[in-house]
């Protein structure tokens, strides 16, 4: 055999799941906790995929292409790879009598998906606070609740009764009510600054950092103590060619660091999975704020250990 010493490899390039795993790896955290994923029946996901090729009005004429436009079990394979251990299954309805057919749906994936936090959704209806109610005992963890897509005020009185149950059963809220990437009748702070004046204690998550309104929604998590923000889309390059996150602001989101929680968008993001941890990262607020944002916070809010 030869005394020659051996010459190192040269290393592979880093995998998409490297970059990712990486990420959380330095943190010295165990992964990541992803408040906002998105699985739904497959014909519906089909069509808000169709939605977004055909540049439709509610995502403001841009070019959007899915990142992760693949089977069911190919996404949650990804997420597994990239160390997700826990994430959710926003699902939303455009429609009356749309959400409790949602919900049904949501309990057996929920059941059949290790990590999935179980998550239900709402519609101003008759019945609402009937099915919230029935959700909530069948173990939802989390609503979603798109007031972009669904076109209504979060403030209709149907859905007062949900929004105290809600708030207390202590289940989070992942509300969509920026006006980006465009806006729509009810969008804006204003409106659900009405429905947090009547239910203070509900748990809030503010979806895309409140997007482009993000200093009024940082002015909502200063007021409620049980407000949320979480960072869905905000800080990446995409993002910020559309609507830039205000660097005066950087303070306030540093002081909130214990109620950010990291967001996604995925499969429906049209870059990388890791573009969003990499802007996180930029935004250079220190270790200990990503820890919180992209772990420790999820883990303490649906009580992962």
């Known amino acids: 055999m030869s005394d020659q010493p051996k010459t190192p490899e040269t290393p592979g390039p880093v995998t998409e799941a490297g970059a990712v795993r990486g990420f ?26 169709q939605y977004f090729d055909g540049l439709g009005p509610l995502t403001g004429g841009i070019e959007w292409p899915i990142a992760y436009r693949e089977e069911e079990d190919q996404r949650l394979a990804r997420l597994r790879e990239f160390g997700v251990r826990a994430f959710t299954a926003m699902l939303y309805p455009h429609k009356p009598g749309m959400a409790r057919w949602l919900n049904d749906w949501a309990v057996g994936f929920a059941r059949r998906t290790p990590g999935c936090l ?14 919230v109610r029935e959700a909530v005992e069948a173990g939802a963890r989390v609503f979603k609740a798109h007031v972009q897509v669904g076109a209504y005020d979060p403030g209709d009185e149907l859905l007062d009764p949900a929004w105290g149950l809600l708030a207390e059963a202590g289940v989070p809220v992942v509300i969509h009510c920026g006006s980006g990437p465009a806006p729509g009748k009810y969008t804006g702070p204003e409106p659900v600054g009405r429905v947090l004046a009547r239910h203070p204690r509900l748990r809030l998550v503010v979806a895309h950092m409140g997007m482009p309104e993000y200093e009024d929604f940082l002015g909502l998590a200063e007021r409620y103590g049980q407000v949320r923000l979480d960072t869905t889309m905000a800080f990446t390059d995409f993002s910020e060619r559309l609507a830039p996150f205000p660097r005066r602001a950087l303070p306030r ?36 704020w990503l820890r919180a944002v992209c772990h420790d916070n999820g883990a303490k809010l649906f009580d992962l250990g």
Do not use: C
Not at 24 to 49: A, C, I, N, S, Y
Not at 118 to 131: I, K, M, N, Q, R
């Open 253 to 288: 989101l540093a002081a909130l660091g214990d109620r950010i929680l990291l967001g996604s968008d995925f499969p429906n993001i049209p870059y990388p999975y890791a573009d969003q941890l990499t802007a996180l990262e930029r935004l250079d607020l220190g270790d200990d």
């Open 24 to 49: 959380w790896e330095r943190l010295g955290l165990p992964g990541l906790v992803d408040v906002h994923t998105h699985f739904m029946p497959e014909r519906v996901l089909r069509k808000v995929w």
């Open 118 to 131: 179980h998550t239900s959704t709402l519609f101003p209806e008759d019945g609402v606070a009937e099915y």
